[in-house]
């Protein structure tokens, strides 16, 4: 699903501003762990040691995630996220060596802005995946 040419396509949709506007109008309806992913990969693209081809995994899939109609539309309800979940799973899988606990603590930080009294227990699945 990650594949050059998937990356290259959805890589121009991304913007730090269509990103926040995204993440602030659909962040309940998305769920934590959906935005805790998309959090992980921000923050690490905002690290300099990070090398190009790990930015470019990040800015195709940030890009995928912005447009509303991707694989499965996002205002499908329930089912809207699941493919943006797929392409957020393999891009930090893919990228994870770059994830320290400094971008772990970034990310469920603002977390809070959005989700009152999430409990960090639902995102240890997602945690013991990239380290």
């Known amino acids: 699903m990650l594949n050059e040419s998937f990356l290259k396509q959805y890589r121009k949709s991304y913007s730090e501003e269509n990103l926040w506007a995204k993440l602030k109008k659909f962040a309940k309806s998305a769920g934590v762990k959906v ?3 998309v959090l992980l990969l921000y923050y690490t693209l905002q690290q300099p040691n990070v090398p190009t081809w790990a930015k470019t995994v990040i800015l195709g899939t940030l890009g995928y995630f912005i447009l509303p109609l991707d694989f499965i539309p996002d205002i499908t309800p329930i089912v809207g996220y699941n493919d943006d979940l797929g392409a957020l799973t393999m ?4 990228i994870s060596m770059y994830i320290d606990e400094n971008i ?3 990310a469920k930080e603002k977390l809070k802005d959005w989700f009152d009294n999430y409990d960090d227990y639902i995102l240890v699945e997602i945690d013991k995946k990239i380290t």
């Open 104 to 106: 772990r603590s970034k």
């Open 91 to 94: 891009a930090l899988l893919m």
């Open 35 to 37: 935005i805790y992913m």
